[in-house]
């Protein structure tokens, strides 16, 4: 680990983007350029102490998940990315893993969809990057550790995030999108067969899921597709979206967006999230 060229490289990554780059209100009173460590901190999910220390030569060596992290939230180029984890004594993700790379190009699709919940997927199903009306939507994914940020993890072992609403499926819902999330998984194990955090994914779901086991074993592959679906939202009560599926093919990563018509109820409770965002209107008055 480089601690003084990376702490250099973590500067001037920093003071070379704005606050509007993130989609963060650039406030007054703003002495230095760029972005400040403590906004740097709240995108990458790590707290302002950590950045700190890391500017300063004297930090820990980050892991994997915190690399991956600081290079979505400094907006990174693959280069750039793997220079970091040079820098930090880590191997950059190798050809053949999966991609969890945000690449500064989807993210400025995913800021430009402000008005929309919407987020980032990779080929084995991880939660990578959302806006804030995904957050208004579904539930904050900053309050899950990254390693549980993965909808078949999810589906099938229950982990859970704190949600302002969730998917309402029927039966025939609940099986066409279980194995909808089977099928795409298992299609990502054939192109990556060598990545083995997908491997160990695969392994946990089995030993852990008597119903994905059984829907692997079943030998269904496919594609993440678009679809509608229906939130039980705690605020909006039910509502029906469309759900459709945006493939990047250069980092086989998914852009997932609901959106409804225009003049629509659900389009109207889409206005009304944008502006409530994630406040509790049911909370008692103070």
């Avoid at 999810?154 to 819902?173: H, I, N, Q, T």
Wanted: net charge neutral.
């Amino acid at each position: 680990m480089n601690r003084d060229e990376l702490a250099r490289a973590l500067r001037r990554w920093r003071e070379r983007l704005a606050p509007a780059d993130l989609g963060l209100s650039a406030g007054v009173r703003r002495r230095t350029p760029g972005l400040r460590r403590e906004e740097v901190a709240l995108v990458a999910g790590v707290s302002v102490d950590y950045v700190v220390r890391l500017e300063q030569g004297r930090g820990p060596r980050p892991s994997e998940q915190v690399l991956a992290s600081l290079a979505r939230a400094l907006r990174l180029d693959d280069d750039e990315r793997d220079q970091l984890y040079h820098l930090a004594g880590s191997a950059p993700p190798a050809p053949g893993r999966v991609d969890t790379h945000v690449r500064p190009s989807v993210q400025r699709l995913l800021d430009r969809l402000a008005d929309l919940p919407t987020m980032v997927m990779s080929a084995k199903s991880d939660v990578l990057a959302w806006n804030a009306m995904s957050s208004a939507l579904l539930g904050d994914w900053a309050e899950l550790p990254a390693r549980e940020r993965n909808l078949a993890r999810m589906r099938f072992l229950g982990v859970s995030v704190p949600r302002r609403g969730r998917v309402a499926l029927s039966d025939a819902e609940h099986e066409e999108t279980s194995a909808q999330t089977v099928a795409s998984l298992r299609s990502a194990a054939a192109r990556y067969p060598t990545d083995p955090d997908l491997a160990a994914l695969v392994r946990e779901l089995r030993a852990g899921s008597e119903e994905f086991a059984r829907l692997w074993d079943s030998g269904i592959t496919g594609h993440w597709r678009s679809h509608r679906k229906t939130i039980d939202h705690d605020q909006l009560g039910l509502v029906t979206l469309d759900c459709d599926t945006l493939h990047v093919p250069d980092s086989d990563q998914s852009v997932i967006v609901y959106s409804a018509g225009p003049g629509t109820p659900e389009a109207e409770a889409l206005a009304l999230l944008r502006v409530v965002g994630t406040q509790d209107l049911n909370a008692p008055a103070r």
